[in-house]
C-alpha cells in the first residue's frame, strides 16, 4: 500500500510570514493526525481528526495554526504568522482508527523559522 | 492528562547484548502500548505493541512486557545489531484520547 505522502519536504520562511503543508493519509484511513517534533524530543500531537471532523486540538496554538479536512482524506496545515519556536519537523500520521491501530507516519515537513 | 516518562534517556550497548527501556504512565485506563523507533532523520514506526489484556509480546528479537499494576511496560532487544541504533518511544493510549509520546531514549548500539 502506498504510505503517507507529505509536502514539501523542507520549508525556510522568515518569521511572521506564512506557511502551508498538505498531507495525503494512506486510503482507508479514517484517523489523521498532525504532530510537530521539534529536534531532540518526542513528538507532540497539535490536531486529530476523525474523517472530517476535529477529535482533539487541545495542544494546537490555535491563535496562529490552522488545520482542516476537507472531505475526511487530504488535510492542510497552516501557519500563520510563524515564530521563531516554531521551527520542527510536521509530521502526518494516519490510522485505521483513533484505539488499537498503530499510526503510519509521513516523511515529514522540516520547518525553518528564520 | 497522561504523563509519560522513559526511562534511560540514553543507552550504549555493546553489539550482541541486551537492551532494555522502560516506559511509565500515569492514568489506569491505559489500554494500548505502543514503541516506534525513529531513525535518525526518518520518520517513526511502529515496531512492537501490545494491548491490555496481554502480559507479554514478542517477535524476533524484539520484545515488549506490561505491567499493569505497577504502570509501566519495558522494550527488549536482545542480540543488540547496529541497525538497532536509533531513538525509541513509547506511546501509551488512554481510550479515545491521542497518543502521548514519551520523550525518547536514544540507543546506540557500538560494534
Known amino acids: 500500500e502506498a504510505g503517507v505522502a507529505q509536502s514539501p519536504r523542507y520549508k525556510i520562511i522568515e518569521k511572521r510570514q506564512s506557511v502551508a503543508f498538505w498531507c495525503n493519509p494512506i486510503?482507508?484511513?479514517?484517523?489523521l493526525y498532525w504532530y510537530q517534533q521539534i529536534l531532540g524530543q518526542g513528538p507532540k500531537l497539535l490536531i486529530q481528526?476523525?474523517?472530517?471532523?476535529?477529535?482533539?486540538d487541545s495542544q494546537l496554538p490555535k491563535d496562529r495554526f490552522s488545520a482542516e479536512r476537507l472531505k475526511g482524506v487530504d488535510s492542510t496545515l497552516k501557519i500563520q504568522p510563524a515564530k521563531l519556536e516554531d521551527s520542527a519537523v510536521y509530521l502526518c500520521?494516519?490510522?485505521?482508527?483513533?484505539?488499537?491501530?498503530?499510526?503510519?507516519f509521513g516523511n515529514g515537513t522540516r520547518l525553518t523559522v528564520t | 492528562g497522561e504523563n509519560v516518562e522513559q526511562h534511560p534517556s540514553t543507552l550504549s550497548v555493546q553489539e550482541g547484548d541486551s537492551a532494555v527501556i522502560k516506559c511509565t504512565y500515569s492514568d489506569s485506563a491505559s489500554n494500548y502500548f505502543p514503541w516506534y523507533k525513529q531513525e535518525l532523520g526518518k520518520r517513526p514506526q511502529l515496531i512492537i505493541d501490545i494491548r491490555s489484556n496481554v502480559g507479554e509480546k514478542k517477535d524476533q528479537r524484539i520484545a515488549v512486557t506490561l505491567n499493569k499494576t505497577a504502570k509501566h511496560f519495558s522494550l527488549h532487544i536482545t542480540e543488540t545489531q547496529p541497525e538497532d541504533s536509533a531513538v525509541y518511544f513509547c506511546a501509551p493510549l488512554i481510550g479515545n484520547t491521542p497518543l502521548v509520546f514519551g520523550k525518547g531514549t536514544r540507543l546506540s548500539v557500538i560494534a
Open positions: 481528526f476523525q474523517n472530517n471532523g476535529v477529535v482533539d
Open positions: 486510503s482507508g484511513h479514517a484517523t
Open positions: 500520521a494516519s490510522s485505521l482508527d483513533p484505539q488499537y491501530s498503530p499510526l503510519h
